[in-house]
């Protein structure tokens, strides 16, 4: 856990948190194909990546939320 401004305010406090990710990768015997299988923040976990106290100039917090659950497939070729 951690707190995002010097002061330590306790409503800009992070609470503990892990992010899951992988990949999948397949390659041909030659080199010139692959193609992988991948996701990011596999459990879809909610957490702030910034947070500012904005609170004495415009009366508000910035608060800027992690990336959703995503996923794909990439597919190359080497020429």
């Known amino acids: 856990?951690?707190?995002f401004e010097l002061v330590n305010l306790p409503r800009l406090w992070q609470p503990p948190h892990a992010e899951v990710s992988g990949q999948l990768r397949?390659?041909?015997d030659n080199g010139r194909?692959?193609?992988s299988a991948w996701v990011k923040n596999l459990t879809n976990a909610f957490y702030y990546t910034i947070r500012g106290d904005l609170m004495s100039g415009f009366g508000?917090?910035?608060n800027h939320?992690?990336?959703p659950r995503t996923f794909g497939v990439s597919v190359?070729?080497?020429f």
């Open 65 to 67: 939320i992690s990336a």
């Open 33 to 35: 194909w692959n193609a």
């Open 76 to 78: 190359g070729t080497r």
């Open 1 to 3: 856990s951690h707190y």
């Open 60 to 62: 508000l917090d910035y």
């Open 26 to 28: 397949w390659e041909s």
